[in-house]
């Protein structure tokens, strides 16, 4: 999965994303910017481009047919002989990226 970085990550109270909204889209549509809203200092939105939200969708629907697909194959399988594939799956990966 490849991740779009954006400008920058800037946090707003939101009594401040109220009162400079308008500036708020501005430097995220024209300068990439992304803004994370947080209400008593805990992040409960953001405001990001349309092409990381669209990102993150494709991204979204691609890993939930990989796992329909995974399901399918395996429908009749034992449950622990899938478990032990998935394990020695990942430690290859871990493996692999040391």
Same mark, same amino acid.
């Given at each position: 999965?490849?991740?779009?970085?954006?400008?920058?990550?800037?946090?707003?109270?939101?009594?401040?994303?109220?009162?400079?909204?308008?500036?708020?889209?501005?430097?995220?549509?024209?300068?990439?910017?992304?803004?994370?809203?947080?209400? %008593?200092?805990?992040?409960?939105?953001?405001? =990001?481009?349309?092409?990381? @939200? /669209?990102?993150? *969708?494709?991204? +979204?629907? &691609?890993?939930?047919?990989?796992?329909?697909?995974?399901?399918?194959? %395996?429908?009749?399988?034992?449950?622990?002989? =899938?478990?032990?594939?998935? @394990? /020695?799956?990942? *430690?290859?990966? +871990?493996? &692999?990226?040391?």
């Amino acid at each position: 999965m490849q991740v779009v970085q954006v400008a920058s990550d800037k946090q707003v109270g939101i009594a401040q994303a109220r009162q400079k909204f308008g500036s708020i889209v501005e430097s995220v549509q024209y300068d990439g910017e992304a803004f994370v809203i947080s209400r %008593n200092g805990k992040p409960v939105a953001a405001v =990001v481009p349309v092409r990381i @939200l /669209e990102q993150y *969708q494709n991204e +979204r629907e &691609k890993l939930f047919g990989l796992i329909e697909q995974v399901q399918a194959v %395996n429908q009749n399988a034992d449950p622990d002989e =899938v478990m032990n594939d998935v @394990l /020695e799956a990942q *430690q290859g990966l +871990r493996s &692999k990226q040391k």
